[in-house]
Each structure stands twice: as C-alpha cells, then as structure tokens.
C-alpha cells in the first residue's frame, strides 16, 4: 500500500522515482522499474550503486503480525536483517534513508507515546521492527525512522483496515470493531506528502508521524461506514482479547507527533479529513493509477 501510494506522489511532485519491486516490473507514467530482492546479501548495494539516488525510502516488510508470530526468523529477516543491508546500501551511495517503522514497537498499555518513551513491543512483529529501527541507526546514524499507521487504499489484491470494513460494509455483513484497540491512523496519501516534506527538510532521528485522533477500531468503522454512506450499525462491538488472534496486540497505540508539530508549525490531519479525500480517491482517475500498479505486479 505505501510504496505504491508513494511512487504515484512522488512522480505526481516531480521527483525522478525508481520503484524496487521483487517479482514484477512497476507500471506507473514517469517511474522507472527496478527488479531487486532486497533481502538477498548484496542486493541493495547493486541497485543503490546503479541508480545513485539521493533519498531512498524503505517501505519493504512483512507486516501480517499473525504471520510474524508464526515465523519469527522470516519476521526478523524482512524487517530487521532486510533493514540493515538498506541502510548500509544508502550509506555507501550517500542516499539519505527513511526507515518506515510502526507503532507496535510500544506495549499499548497506556498509549499518547512520544520519541521520548521506551519501546516495549509485545508481539514478534513489534520486536522486529523496533530490531529494525536499531540496525539502522547503527548502520546510518543520519537515517530517518518513521513510526506510524496507516490507512487507505492497496494497489495490490488483499485489504488494509479500511477495505475491510468498506468490503463488508457493502455487502451488508456484521463485523467486529475492536473498542479496546485505540491508534492513531493517517491517510497514506497525507503520510506521503510528510515523508517527503521531511526529506526535503533534512530529518534525520525517530518521529512519529500518525494522524491527529486517537480512536478505537470500533469508532473507525463507524466514522468510515458514515462517510460512504453505509449502515454504521452492522459495525458491531468487539474485544480484542476474544478475538484469538495468534499476535498479542496492544490496547492503546495512540502516537502524539508534537517533535514534527513543532517542525513544521502546523498540526497533522485529522480522521475526518482523511476519510473524506480516502472516499473522493476512489471516484477518481487516481485510482485507475493504482490498479495499474497492481496489475503489473500480477501481470
């Protein structure tokens, strides 16, 4: 979802954009395609050496946290190891990094976390990033980490948070709203304009960059349904400790962003403001775009 999203702004602002993809070709008008699997030894240093970007933004992971739990050495590889050889990779060419990180580096017992507060990931996906993050300011200590969460729409065919909700929403089907599990998500069309914004500024260190509300799971489904014109009553209430999920999640994720606040002078966009322009992208030709991304990489 981010990389493609970020490949269409990026162009869309002017910036000459290589996009790395591991099995196929990138399809988008202005982009350049480069096939690299960036978790292979070596692999990284050969795309950075033959592109020499100036920023490189590394949004490869595996962010199924159910999936992480079962398979923590391949957790571990793509979103710590993978990491690492990225960041030694930009280094070497004098590429600026922005390292994207997540919100699960926190335990979530008590939420509004800033830069400040000591990470205490619970689950194996939360452990992997957080060994992410650490890998990469040691290989560049100049690197930038957003720790985020997002929401909006996938190039590829599999749902984020949102799509799920719309996709049963629309066919009229219940579906749980976890109350008990609280973040902090920002359009990730809103999370691209900043990321960039950052880059040209010259970030470096950890920021948190969320959108500026903190809600339940629950409320989020509700806000989404009602801004597309949905029934909010098929949102139903729901508890994420009943939910036998395999990956322990933590209950208050909110992230506060005043260190970029302060930055930028401005405050970040809210939910509302999000889920509107998240509902005119999908009347629009941007979505043609998209899921032209997505059928070059199934192609």
């Known amino acids: 979802m981010l990389g493609a999203n970020l490949v269409l702004h990026a162009a869309d602002e002017g910036h000459r954009v290589i996009a ?22 070596g692999e990284a240093r050969r795309m950075l050496q033959t592109f020499r970007p100036e920023w490189v933004v590394h949004c490869a992971a595996l962010t199924d946290l159910d999936r992480c739990e079962g398979e923590p050495e391949l957790a571990f590889k793509l979103n710590a190891e993978m990491a690492e050889m990225v960041a030694h990779a930009s280094r070497r060419v004098g590429a600026r990094l922005l390292q994207i990180s997540t919100d699960a580096v926190f335990d979530g017992h008590r939420g509004a976390y800033t830069e400040a507060d000591k990470p205490a990931p619970r689950n194996v996906y939360g452990k992997a990033k957080l060994a992410g993050e650490q ?13 985020t969460n997002f929401f909006g729409w996938n190039a590829q065919a ?19 709203g976890f109350t008990d599990a609280w973040f902090s998500p920002i359009l990730v069309n809103d999370l691209c304009s900043l990321m960039l914004r950052m880059l040209e500024a010259g ?37 994420v400790k009943g939910a036998n999920l395999a990956a322990p999640r933590g209950e208050q994720l909110c992230l506060r ?43």
């Open 20 to 41: 790395s993809s591991r099995l196929q070709p990138i399809a988008a008008e202005g982009v350049e395609s480069a096939l690299a699997d960036l978790s292979l030894p």
């Open 135 to 147: 890998a990469v300011i040691q290989a560049d200590p100049s690197a930038l980490i957003v720790r």
């Open 158 to 176: 599999k749902h984020g948070l949102a799509e799920w909700f719309l996709s049963e929403l629309k066919e009229k089907h219940e579906c749980p």
């Open 203 to 239: 970030f470096s260190g950890v920021y948190h960059v969320p959108g500026a509300d903190c809600v339940s799971k629950y409320e989020f489904g509700v806000r989404l349904a009602r801004e597309f014109g949905l029934d909010p009553t098929l949102v139903m209430q729901a508890s």
């Open 257 to 299: 962003a005043e260190r970029l606040i302060g930055a930028f002078g401005e405050e970040l966009p809210g939910l509302a403001r999000g889920l509107t322009k998240f509902k005119n992208l999908w009347d629009s030709e941007y979505m043609e775009r998209l899921r032209a991304v997505a059928r070059s990489q199934s192609s």
